[in-house]
């Protein structure tokens, strides 16, 4: 039998009589429904403004914790970027380039769906609302205006990511990382803007100072070095002015 091409995800075969007979195929489609944008949002979120904090408690996150590393679906494939310049991607499992992390993270949806664990749960994106993504994604959605129902949806998330994360009775950490996991990221869930999201500051902004000081010192050396120089020139002018002083003075003296 000779099969017949066709553009539906069919084939069909002819058969010794002319008849055609129908086969269907099966669909091999790895449908993910989990935005890896905004699961990188959020994991953004979280490794800047909660990871330094739990690091610095030495505090391990329990397993039921939507918040730890293992529970985002797309790690393993983020983990596998390697970025060598701006219009430069390449992918960790196969090596091929890329001139553009879309289409990396196309090529991941494409190639290495089968490293994807789909399960329940392990969708960072679904916890966006709790974790302020929008403050954190590469292109930030105008500003709207605050709507109290979602945001008490978004606060009752917020808080029970805190207690699922750091039960306040697992110990002096966890109960000190639940308080501030309620200042962090809970207590800005609100339309009265009173509270901001992150107001405990993170790791970026830690090293955003600490290269506003570098480039700060870089700067003002040379002008502190031109200012010594000037100075010492000066000096060394009003040294020879005094000695020409002297000798004039020396001359002049009667015999």
């Known amino acids: ?32 429904h989990c935005s890896r944008e905004r699961s990188r949002a959020a994991w953004k979120a979280v490794d800047e403004y909660l990871m330094p904090f739990v690091e610095k408690e030495k505090y391990e996150l329990p397993s039921k914790c939507r918040l730890r590393p293992e529970n985002d679906m797309f790690r393993e494939q983020e983990q596998h970027k390697i970025h060598f310049d701006v ?62 129902a979602a945001a008490a949806r978004n606060r009752h998330l917020c808080e029970s990511l805190a207690d699922s994360c750091f039960p306040v009775n697992q110990g002096h950490s966890a109960s000190r990382l639940h308080e501030f996991f309620l200042r962090q990221f809970c207590d800005a869930h609100t339309c009265n803007g009173a509270s901001k999201p992150f107001p405990k500051g993170g790791r970026k902004q830690t090293n955003r100072f600490y ?18 120089f000037l100075h010492q020139r000066e000096m060394k002018k009003g040294d020879q002015v005094f000695k020409r002083i002297g000798k004039t003075v020396h001359k002049k003296k009667p015999s």
């Open 211 to 228: 290269l506003a000081l570098c480039i700060l010192t870089m700067l003002l050396l040379p002008v502190f070095y031109l200012i010594v």
């Open 87 to 148: 219009n430069e991607w390449r992918c960790g499992f196969c090596k091929k380039s890329f001139r553009a992390e879309k289409f990396i993270d196309q090529h991941f949806a494409n190639r290495h769906s089968n490293l994807l664990d789909n399960s329940q749960g392990r969708c960072l994106a679904d916890l966006c609302g709790a974790l302020h993504c929008d403050l954190t994604m590469e292109f930030k959605k105008p500003k709207s205006k605050c709507n109290a």
């Open 1 to 32: 039998m000779v099969p017949l091409l066709h553009p539906f995800p069919a084939i069909y075969w002819l058969g010794p009589v002319g008849q055609r007979i129908l086969h269907h195929t099966k669909s091999h489609t790895h449908e993910v």
